[in-house]
Structures are given as C-alpha cells and as structure tokens.
C-alpha cells in the first residue's frame, strides 16, 4: 500500500483505517505504542502538533514506514 499523505488529517485517517482493520482499540494501540489514548484520539483527528517521534512510534507498532520522496521523481 502506498498512500501520498499531505495533511494531518489524512495522516489521522489513515492512522484510524489502518488501526480498524487490524481490530484494535484507540487504547489498545496505545498502550502497544506506549503513549496516552488522547494521544492517539488527537492522532486520529489530525491534530497538527503532536510529536513526531509519538507518531512515528504509533505508525511503527501499526506496521507502517515513513518513505519521503522527491514531488518531482517518478513513481
């Protein structure tokens, strides 16, 4: 799966969608991620100043990657 992320939000609704279909709770995930369930409501709803290092622990435990790319390279 690749999905281009631009916002917060469509980063929080990936976040969500992904945490869904791995049928597991806000608190759940958080505790695996081992932040505050806010956090990952905040997460979710695309709060646009939450730590990064947080969000990238939570991508990580969802089996997510980080993969940065120029806007002008080739897909």
Do not use: C, N, S, Y
Not at 8 to 34: F, Y
């Amino acid at each position: 799966m690749q999905t281009p992320v631009r916002t917060p939000a469509e980063l929080g609704a990936l976040v969500r969608d992904h945490r869904k279909r791995l049928g597991a709770t806000q608190i759940e995930l958080a505790a695996l991620a081992d932040v505050g369930p806010r956090f990952i409501v905040e997460l979710e709803r695309g709060k646009p100043t939450l730590e990064l290092g947080k969000v990238l622990r939570v991508l990580e435990r969802l089996g997510l990657i980080v993969e940065l790319r120029d806007r002008g390279a080739p897909r």
